[in-house]
């Protein structure tokens, strides 16, 4: 996709290493700053390693991650909006918009290259798995460790909701 856009191999490598790089450093101080919330690391790791190497179908099973974590946001009402948001995103997956294209609607790939609104969409699974990479961190960012608490006993769906107790009879 870089070389696409720059039309230089040793460009495109160059930013490949500083965009790399740039997202390593960025989860290091975002994980640094919500240690406990390793299920959102796990999600944002899940993005990280998909960035240059998501194949359509068959790689969206490693979604599964990151599409546990939304469900605990819609689950846990504290972000369901975003949950909600979140998970029809990982939705456009299973639509695979680059395939629908060729396959489908049998548009060339190198004329969808040559214009802007068609090269974003040959490549729109890459961007798709960077820009939930991004908003996750600035999730995470935004809110902190309290975005998604790991143990049942710390979250506000405890809290939120009232307790029923049982007596036993003997």
Do not use: Q
């Amino acid at each position: 996709m870089l070389f696409g856009l720059t039309g230089s191999e040793r460009v495109s490598s160059w930013l490949n290493i500083a965009i790399i790089a740039g997202g390593l450093i960025w989860m290091a101080l975002v994980f640094r700053r919500a240690p406990k919330a390793e299920t959102l690391h796990l999600a944002v790791v899940t993005f990280f390693s998909l960035w240059f190497v998501y194949h359509r179908i068959y790689d969206a099973v490693i979604c599964i991650v990151p599409a546990a974590v939304f469900a605990d946001l819609i689950i846990r009402d504290k972000h369901r909006k975003i949950g909600v948001a979140c998970m029809a995103g990982l939705a456009l997956f299973a639509t695979s918009i680059p395939g629908l294209m060729t396959e489908r609607l049998h548009l060339s790939a190198d004329s969808l290259a040559a214009n802007p609104a068609g090269f974003a969409g040959l490549h729109f699974e890459r961007l798709l798995v960077f820009g939930m990479f991004c908003f996750l961190l600035v999730l995470l960012s935004k809110f902190g460790p309290g975005v998604l608490k790991d143990s049942p006993a710390d979250s506000s769906i405890d809290n939120d909701r009232p307790h029923i107790s049982v007596r036993r009879w003997e």
